[in-house]
């Protein structure tokens, strides 16, 4: 996965995209569309929009907790919630599972899922999801208790002890995991350069950002040079 950042909008900020996009070398920024008070109908306009600005700009896209929008518009792939897993069940409009996406968007679709837990991690990770939220890290709005940069070491940590474990019992698995991921995003008041750089050195493979959209290029540089 070659993003590094995932800039995470509601629809009235779905206009400041491009501008992002803009300023950093495409393919790094994979662009999400999260909106949990939307109607409908302003939720599609924004989502045929992104489609088109992520397209032009060479970025894929995914929506947060809506398989069914994701398939009208052609996103590259969907965002599940912690609550959208096997357990739990869903339905293709609602959110869903990452079975469900699966099936919906394809084999190659991109499936992300959002962890807040060590066990929530593994558990993603054992269920096939291509990258992982975690945190939140810091303090940010709506997000909850932070956790600390030591969530996101133990999480890297874990991961990749787990990863160890399956390799050596099938070396079959050892591409998948090896290779293609979950990568971890670390998210949660990530608002400047230093503090991107430090959830890379802990190991996350980039972070997700809210408020600091405006500042990609700047955090992209500081997270290539941790």
């Known amino acids: 996965m070659r993003e590094r950042l995932i800039v995470i909008v509601d629809c009235a900020a779905a206009s400041a ?9 495409a393919g790094t920024v994979l662009v999400q569309l999260r ?7 302003t939720l599609q306009m924004a989502a045929e929009r992104l ?13 947060n907790g809506k398989i069914q929008l994701a398939t009208e518009v052609g996103a590259d792939g969907v965002h599940l919630p912690e609550a959208a897993n096997s357990a739990t069940g ?15 968007l394809g084999k190659g679709a991109l499936v ?5 837990s060590i066990e929530g991690v593994l558990a993603a990770a054992a269920e096939g ?13 709506g997000k909850g208790t ?23 019992w099938d070396d079959r698995a050892a591409p998948r995991t090896a290779a293609l991921g979950p990568r971890l995003f670390a998210l949660g008041g990530i608002d400047s350069p230093d ?18 959209a405006g500042r990609a290029a700047e955090l992209l540089a500081a997270m290539e040079n941790a």
Not at 17 to 25: F, M, Y
Request: glycine share 12%; charged share 25%.
């Open 17 to 25: 995209v491009e501008g992002v996009l803009g300023g950093v070398p």
């Open 35 to 41: 909106d949990k008070l939307a109607d409908d109908e």
């Open 51 to 63: 489609r088109r600005v992520t397209r032009t700009r060479g970025a894929r896209f995914v929506i």
């Open 90 to 104: 869903g339905s293709i409009a609602t959110g869903g599972t990452l079975v469900l996406a699966r099936r919906a």
């Open 112 to 116: 992300g899922q959002s962890r807040h």
């Open 129 to 141: 999801a291509d990258y992982l939220t975690i945190g939140p890290v810091w303090a940010t709005p």
């Open 146 to 168: 932070p956790q600390g940069i030591e969530f996101v070491r133990d999480a890297a940590f874990e991961l990749r002890s787990a990863t160890d474990r399956r390799s050596a």
């Open 195 to 212: 503090k991107a750089a430090e959830c890379v050195r802990a190991g996350a493979h980039g972070v997700a950002l809210i408020r600091a």
